[in-house]
């Protein structure tokens, strides 16, 4: 009999004991899953009939087949490694775009090692839309955007000079 993983989470069907498919979702893109191909197009044509009965429309053709290897989705891609595991990442051209952007800002820093450091803002913004893309997949990076964030927000009023916005108290 199979004994249990402590250190793997999944979803097991109750009356059959198998993994169990599941969709998730991104904007209007709907990915389904399960441990079969007839289970996950099952899941997939339950999931089409729900969203038709609440008046969206799901074009089938434009549906995805259901592979082991579906390729990237959503600005991310799922490699499973039999004797490692699954492991989430992004595409090689993303992932050097991301390394190009973060190069560009450190070698754009002042090499005196003052303060005062200057970027485009207009391209500060569409770096900034594209790495929110970027942590999707790698979260870990989500702080590090906040701070950009603040950067670039800090010049509107209601702002501390870190760029959080003011609380209601701080307002008063």
Avoid at 7 to 31: N, P
Avoid at 72 to 93: H, K, N, S, Y
Wanted: proline share 5%; net charge positive; glycine share 6%.
């Amino acid at each position: 009999e199979l004994q249990p993983d402590p250190s793997l989470a999944f979803r097991v069907d109750s009356s059959s004991g198998q993994l169990a498919a599941f969709f998730t979702t991104y904007v209007d893109d709907v990915r389904s899953g399960g441990p079969s191909e007839d289970i996950c197009v099952d899941a997939t044509h339950q999931v089409a009939c729900r969203i038709n009965y609440l008046g969206q429309q799901d074009a089938a053709r434009k549906r995805r087949r259901v592979s082991q290897e579906p390729g990237p989705w959503a600005g991310a891609m799922v490699i499973a490694r039999p004797d490692e595991g699954l492991f989430v990442t992004c595409a090689q051209l993303k992932w050097d775009k991301t390394q190009t952007i973060i190069k560009r800002w450190l070698d754009s820093r002042p090499l005196t090692g003052g303060v005062d450091w200057m970027l485009d803002r207009i391209q500060l913004e569409k770096d900034r839309g594209f790495l929110v893309h970027i942590t999707r997949t790698f979260t870990s990076a989500v702080p590090y955007l906040r701070r950009i964030h603040h950067t670039l927000e800090s010049w509107r009023q209601g702002r501390t000079e870190e760029g959080w916005k003011f609380s209601p108290n701080e307002w008063r």
